[in-house]
């Protein structure tokens, strides 16, 4: 019609995939742990951008390192060396356990599980996969027969590789799915996705052994709780383990995309041809990326977000809330369980300035950008207070 003026969420509306569960927001800007929609209405984002912008938005030193490296070299394949890769590659094993030195570079998380799987077929020789329930490890088809939600799943049945999947904190159930055709064995430390739960550290033990027993390669996925977030640099080093392999992405770039799968390099490493990726590795996310590391070590972040976690959490069990059945969480990796369903929550939340996440439907999780003020995180506890108190009303 002539002169009708619509929305930006109606002009995207009529061309989006319909993958996506829309939110009724437009959002346009970010600095610091703060969001702005198109109305110029302000949102403290408990979200980072579904986990991605740990640092917050804009972050100085991330966006000075992409303008500087999209005024020299934005693009370089892996078919050529670069200054930029070379630097990520010392920066980011550095912060990995010994031993941890071959690398490669993709733009998603699920690209860095796909690569998993694939690089433990070929050190193994093996095909078997065992993955867990309520595991998350993203949706491409090989990443997919990995991760348990049946909504996702299903639609695509007999498109992705077989996969055995064992309940967690079953150790005879992983004893009788690990055996000598095992490849690898993929586990999230804490589950995210699935609902926020950190896993005991006596199974995680007892599947690294399994592991070690049978020759079957141990796949940690720190796409959303690595870099600091729980309070140790990986997960993992809470449950004492060291994985074979591991898996990065989410906020490895400060939000520009990026992925990572890393390998202890004694296990060898991969044939040219059998993986590769046009992105995979260009400067400008690996600028990004370098930035991003650096000021995660330069603010401590596994101290950050281990005490900023502790404050949220004692916040958090102290609302007392009877809509709440449970809180969970390491660092800044919280979920709550509530007795009823998620979404008029975060609806209540977003009405009143604060972008949550669910976690499956009855799961409200908090993943806070790390540069969170406690000021911030306190407003947060107080519109949670509210809305809950309304919810239980
Ligand atoms: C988000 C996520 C993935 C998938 O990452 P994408 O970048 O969306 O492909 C995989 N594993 C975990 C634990 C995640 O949180």
Request: charged residues 15%; contains cysteine.
């Amino acid at each position: 019609m002539i002169g009708e003026q619509l929305t930006i969420a109606e002009r995207e509306a009529r061309y989006t995939s319909g993958a996506y569960a829309k939110r009724p927001l437009t959002l346009v800007r970010g600095a610091g742990a703060h969001v702005w929609d198109d109305a110029g209405n302000r949102y403290l984002d408990m979200t980072s951008s579904m986990g991605v912008a740990i640092l917050g938005h804009a972050h100085p030193a991330v966006a000075d390192a992409l303008a500087a490296q999209a005024q020299t070299l934005i693009s370089c394949p892996e078919a050529f060396y670069n200054d930029r890769r070379a630097e990520l590659y010392a920066v980011l094993s550095a912060l990995l356990p010994d031993g941890f030195d071959r690398f490669f570079l993709c733009n998603s998380g699920a690209e860095a599980i796909e690569a998993g799987l694939k690089v433990a077929r070929l050190l193994t020789g093996r095909t078997g996969i065992v993955a867990v329930k309520r595991a998350f490890h993203g949706r491409t088809l090989g990443a997919l027969a990995t991760t348990w939600n049946p909504q996702y799943r299903e639609p695509f049945a007999g498109w992705t590789p077989p996969t055995t999947a064992i309940s967690p904190h079953d150790l005879t159930a992983a004893e009788a799915a690990v055996d000598d055709s095992t490849a690898v064995v993929v586990v999230e430390a804490v589950q995210g996705e699935g609902g926020v739960y950190p896993l005991d550290a006596a199974w995680l033990q007892g599947l690294r052994r399994l592991c070690d027993e049978r020759g079957a390669l141990l796949l940690v996925d720190e796409i959303q709780a690595g870099l600091g977030r729980t309070g140790t640099w990986w997960a993992f080093a809470q449950a004492d383990i060291t994985p074979d392999l591991i898996a990065l992405g989410k906020g490895i770039a400060g939000g520009v995309p990026m992925g990572a799968l890393v390998w202890r390099g004694a296990l060898g490493s991969i044939e040219s041809g059998t993986h590769g990726s046009t992105f995979g590795g260009n400067p400008l996310a690996c600028a990004a990326s370098i930035a991003t590391l650096r000021t995660l070590q330069a603010m401590d972040a596994p101290t950050v977000c281990a005490a900023l976690g502790q404050h949220f959490l004692a916040g958090l069990h102290a609302l007392n809330a009877p809509s709440v059945r449970e809180v969970r969480g390491r660092g800044l990796m919280l979920g709550l369980e509530l007795r009823g369903r998620v979404t008029p929550v975060l609806q209540a939340l977003q009405a009143r300035g604060v972008l949550a996440l669910p976690a499956g439907k009855t799961v409200l999780r908090l993943l806070p950008p790390y540069v969170t003020t406690i000021e911030q995180a306190d407003e947060v506890l107080a519109v949670l207070a509210e809305v809950l108190h309304d919810a239980n009303a």
